[in-house]
Nanobody, 121 residues
Framework: QVQLVESGGGLVQAGGSLRLSCAASGSFFSINAMGWYRQAPGKQRELVAVITSGGSTKYADSVKGRFTISRDNAKNTVYLQMNSLKPEDTVVYYC???????????????WGKGTLVTVSS
């Protein structure tokens, strides 16, 4: 199994910055893509950013140029650097890992419990 622990959420003023971290622990063969999603109350969870095992990245249009995703494979950790934060970025952020537990077993999705980011105007 894979356990994900997020950290770094909190309260910040508009225009400020926060850095989210998500570390994986447990027994697994490999971690493929790592990503961050966010979900507002009553809405579907949406992709914020994803980074593949090869380092390719993809961002939601709403965060391009403001957020940067990175990963440390040695630490099984993914980061989300959030700059120029806006009140509309206020929401719960979830990390997602696509991990393979054993050779020959398809990768599965694992989720963190979420961390709240609040941006005040």
């Amino acid at each position: 199994q894979v356990q994900l622990v997020e950290s770094g959420g909190g309260l910040v003023q508009a225009g400020g910055s926060l850095r989210l971290s998500c570390a994986a622990s447990g027994s697994f063969f490999s971690i493929n893509a790592m990503g961050w999603y966010r979900q507002a109350p009553g809405k579907q969870r949406e992709l914020v950013a994803v980074i593949t095992s090869g380092g390719s990245t993809k961002y939601a249009d709403s965060v391009k140029g403001r957020f940067t995703i990175s990963r440390d494979n040695a630490k099984n950790t993914v980061y989300l650097q959030m700059n120029s934060l806006k009140p509309e970025d206020t929401v719960v952020y979830y990390c997602n890992f696509k991990a393979t537990l054993r050779i020959g077993v398809p990768a599965m999705d694992y989720w963190g419990k979420g961390t709240l980011v609040t941006v005040s105007s």
